[in-house]
């Protein structure tokens, strides 16, 4: 059975998402930015909360688990990174396979925002925190563009129809950015059009799908000629050019 997944947004930017693992009734939240919309979002769904997954260290993704209750829940997150994690239950390493309930979720390594930063990949959803990012990617405080590059080239593995449930609303300004490197991509142009309309009546833009991003985002589009052009790299290597874009993206 699948997972059922629910957006809640947190803070003035942040989501967090609640999940729940059908077959056996687990009921987990990837990143506690504060915990009254959780409890919130709990309530109304009637579900009661047993697991807590955490992505990066980030105050925004972390802080709000003392005031959630979380006594009794199970707490995964990086077991390289647990100096800087509340007390973790379970922790986890990159090429783990954990279970949640009946759904197995891969655990990987997509360091560059931060060191030690874990996506959790279910069938179907990829929990990807501040790597992959509707239509962009976080900004690299600890690691290198080359790790960077390398954690989002793990996403060649997974479908288009892939849900990537990353950490903020930034969509609609990663999208202005995407435009100053393809003005010309059609379909960059009409993803712009949906998110403005989506933003303009409160919903969020996040998750978005794997294919999307593929067609749109230009931190998965370094191979592309025209990425590389948009940086005045036509020559480079898709690391070079993803430095250059995420340098662009910094200072934009």
Known sequence: MPLKVITVPCLSDNYAFLMKD????????????????????????????????????HHDHIGGLPALGAEGVRI??????Q????SLTDPVSPGDTILFGESPAQVWDVS???????????DGYAFTGDSL???????????????????LKQFDSLSDETLVCSGHEYTAANGRFAKTIEPNNVALAQRLQSVAQARA?????????LGEERATNPFLRCHIDAVKAGVNLPNSTDVATFAAVRASKDAF
Do not use: K, Y
């Open 22 to 57: 059908e077959a056996s009734g687990r009921v987990g939240v990837v990143d506690v930015p504060e915990a009254g919309p959780i409890q919130a979002a709990l309530a109304d769904a009637g579900w009661t909360l047993t697991d807590v997954f955490f992505t990066h260290h």
């Open 201 to 209: 009546a409160n919903q969020p833009t996040v998750p978005s799908r």
């Open 112 to 122: 560059g925002h931060t060191i030690n930063h874990l996506a959790f990949v279910f």
């Open 133 to 151: 990012m509707a239509l962009g990617c976080g900004r690299l405080f600890e690691g290198t563009p080359a790790q960077m590059h390398a954690s």
């Open 76 to 81: 995964w997150g990086s077991a390289a990174d």
């Open 83 to 86: 100096d800087r994690l509340p």
